[in-house]
């Protein structure tokens, strides 16, 4: 029953891993944040919105892909 309460609350992951969790935890590969938040970020500079989230997001993601020494 514990196992059936933990994946389908609501509040949490259940079995799923997101692609960059597998990527970068699991698999210790780069993951795609630049295709993605990254991307989000440098249009919103070509068109002068201020996107900080999603470039703050893009930096500590490369930031724990260094200390991982992803590959």
């Known amino acids: 029953m514990q196992h ?3 994946t ?3 509040n949490g992951i259940g ?3 997101p692609s960059m969790h597998q990527d970068l935890i699991k698999n210790n ?9 990254g991307a989000v970020a440098r249009k919103g500079e ?3 919105v ?3 989230y999603c470039a703050l997001l893009t930096e500590l993601i490369h930031a724990k892909e260094q200390i991982l020494k992803a590959k």
């Open 50 to 52: 201020p996107t900080p």
């Open 29 to 37: 590969r780069l993951t795609e944040i630049d295709y993605i938040n």
């Open 15 to 17: 079995l799923h891993y």
């Open 8 to 10: 389908f609350d609501p």
């Open 46 to 48: 070509d068109y002068g």
């Open 4 to 6: 059936v309460v933990e």
